[in-house]
């Protein structure tokens, strides 16, 4: 099964990078895993996901609950799946919807959203709050794992 | 005093939030747009070695990375003393006009289109890119998805990825174009003009011929007379990458014309102490408040801006449609804030035919990357970002490492605009008190016609319902809360 892991996220801002330093660490980890940053999202995340069977999308997200909290989310069921806006004009949800409307046949049938709770996305830094970047180790290994990878690694 | 926050505001770059302010009897009193402060970035850029500041500042936002980008290393240019090679400058302009193409075309069918091929008065949940296609049709749609897709790949052909390039240096580019990058760059283009004709089309069509729309845009609180800037050529027509920056008055004479280093001379920044954002305006004219006219020193930039700013447009077709909307809108300068939406789509075409021109312009293969750079300095880089003229200025130590930044981003100076189009909007819409969620679209349309970014956007997940309102009494106090979505 062809997967994607696609990182969404500005790396500048804090723990707004989480999902792409998730990508970055698979990379180093499992170059023979499909991992693209894809920074901002929105509509060209489509051209990202055409062809591949699966995708699994790594966000921050900001809901309130503790730091590092990690959600996963099947959200291939359209209708079913949870509104989430993003603050980029066009948010995940309406892209997805997007893709099967305007690409039927051409998107993964299988779509998850893995998103880790966000302490700061507001102040410059490169690197992650300790319980995001905790959870980022977690979401890596995790994902590793669901992958058929090594299990052995050392982060 | 009742105060009416619209939180956050739908379909826009970014956060941001419109506070209106009504007096006694319930009309607008003022309005104001807070935006989130670019905290830190400047700091965060100190002590960097300045070749890293074209990879950072593409980061600040992902909607602007390429401008941003390519402003930074025309800033280093200018810190280095080296004026790049003549096929650096033209493969620059083409991936700028591959980033126009995927950002307006983006703004046109998304952000923009909900509001006028819908309908102003549609249900909100009717008023989003779903209601656009019902309307325009689902190939209309694929095209839109492919043709984005195609401004995309013209700035990955150069930059490596769209969103973090990595080809500007000073004195050049890194990387050239080889024959079958720029054959693709070139079919792209070319079916890029086509599509560009096509959402002409669809403005005619669905804009042009229902009266109603435009005597909405000429309507009188979406009007503001203020002066305009941009980037022209030597003929003053618009250009996005180089040459001076223009400034025209209210008649649409040229009141000013200076080049990119001399900005500190021309423009200066205003604070206010509701907002950390600063507010620009012209030097010689002076701040007099958010009010417009020839004594305000308030400008415009972005689509309309650049149109105002200018005499026509380099390119043929883009040119036509240029004369066709001062035809139609009464001769230039148009004042109308909804004309933003008209100009962004024929910057559309004109990205799209320069994009043709230069990619087959027979220099555009060229080996000629880079000049050798001089010693690190000071340095200004100016580019017409697609929301507006957008100002880089670095001091570099001996070593080449940053010692301080100034980032003037296009919103910022739009932003007197972007509040007092609000507040007009609102004054118009807003009455007695009544404030029902058809009359806050039309103020949130004068809002996003200017297609504002925060410079601070990330991209983190919020679960809140898209639209809150809510309603304070002279003490403060929370009287009402209106919810959308």
């Given amino acids: 099964m062809k997967t994607l892991v696609m990182g969404v996220g500005n790396l500048l801002r804090r723990d707004d990078g989480a999902g792409v330093h998730v990508v970055n660490r698979l990379k180093r980890l499992a170059p023979q895993i499909d991992a693209v940053d894809v920074a901002m999202g929105g509509v060209e995340i489509l051209e990202a996901m055409r062809g591949y069977d699966r995708v699994i999308m790594v966000d921050s997200i900001t809901t309130g609950t503790e730091p590092g909290t990690i959600y996963r989310v099947n959200i291939a069921g359209g209708e079913e799946a949870p509104r989430f806006s993003s603050s980029h004009g066009v948010d995940l949800v309406t892209t997805l919807e997007l893709g099967r409307m305007l690409m039927p046949g051409e998107m993964p049938p299988e779509q998850f959203l893995i998103g880790i709770e966000a302490e700061d996305t507001v102040n410059f830094s490169v690197s992650c709050t300790p319980r995001v970047e905790a959870a980022v180790d977690r979401v890596v290994k995790d994902i590793l794992i669901f992958l058929g990878q090594r299990n052995d690694f050392d982060l | ?485």
């Fill in chain 2, 1 to 485: 005093m009742k105060t009416v926050t619209i939180d956050p505001i739908t379909r826009l770059e970014g956060h941001g939030k419109i506070e209106i302010f009504l007096n006694e009897e319930g009309n607008v009193e003022n309005a104001y747009l807070q935006i989130p402060e670019l905290r830190g970035f400047e700091r965060f850029c100190e002590g960097r070695r300045a070749e890293d500041m074209p990879i950072i500042t593409p980061r600040i936002c992902g909607v602007c990375p390429v401008a941003h980008h390519l402003a930074a290393a025309k800033t280093l240019d200018a810190a280095y003393g080296v004026e790049p090679t003549e096929t650096a400058r033209k493969l620059r302009e083409l991936m700028n006009c591959g980033y126009f193409i995927y950002d307006h075309t983006l703004h046109f069918y998304f952000l923009g289109a909900p509001d006028f091929v819908v309908g102003p008065d549609a249900p909100p949940m009717d008023r989003n890119i779903f209601g656009v296609l019902k309307k325009v049709g689902l190939d209309v749609g694929r095209e839109v998805i492919r043709h984005r897709a195609y401004g995309q790949r013209i700035t990955e052909i150069f930059g490596g990825k769209a969103t973090h390039p990595t080809c500007g240096v000073p004195g050049g580019m890194s990387k050239g174009l080889n024959e079958e990058e720029r054959q693709s760059i070139e079919d792209m283009a070319g079916s890029c003009v086509e599509f560009a004709k096509q959402s002409l089309g669809i403005f005619d069509d669905v804009v042009l011929s229902n009266q109603d729309y435009v005597d909405l845009i000429l309507s009188d609180p979406y009007q503001l007379n203020t002066y305009n800037m941009g980037l022209v050529d030597e003929d003053n027509r618009v250009n996005f990458y180089g040459g001076e920056i223009r400034v025209t008055d209210q008649r649409g004479r040229e009141h000013d014309k200076f080049r990119e280093q001399e900005y500190l001379d021309h423009v200066c920044e205003h604070v206010e102490p509701w907002t950390y954002s600063k507010f620009t305006y012209l030097k010689d004219v002076g701040w007099r408040g958010f009010t417009d006219g020839p004594r305000s020193g308030i400008f415009r930039v972005g689509p309309l801006g650049r149109l105002n700013a200018a005499e026509g447009m380099a390119t043929p077709q883009a040119d036509d449609e240029y004369r066709r909307m001062y035809e139609t809108l009464g001769g230039r300068p148009v004042n109308s804030t909804l004309a933003f939406h008209w100009a962004r789509l024929v910057e559309l075409l004109y990205a799209a035919e320069r994009a043709m021109e230069l990619a087959t312009d027979p220099g555009i293969t060229g080996t000629d990357l880079r000049n050798p750079v001089g010693e690190p300095g000071e340095g200004v880089g100016v580019v017409e970002a697609a929301r507006g003229t957008l100002i880089h200025h670095y001091n570099l130590d001996r070593e080449g490492l940053v010692e301080r930044v100034n980032l003037i981003v296009a919103t910022t100076n739009n932003y007197a605009d972007i509040c007092m189009s609000v507040r007009d909007a609102a004054k118009g819409l807003i009455k007695g008190n009544k404030v029902d969620q058809g009359l806050l679209n039309m103020v949130e349309m004068a809002f996003r016609a200017y297609d504002p970014c925060f410079g601070c956007s990330t991209h983190s997940l919020p679960g809140q319902a898209p639209l809150q309102v809510n309603v304070y009494d002279a003490g403060g106090r929370l009287v009402e809360t209106v919810q959308r979505g």
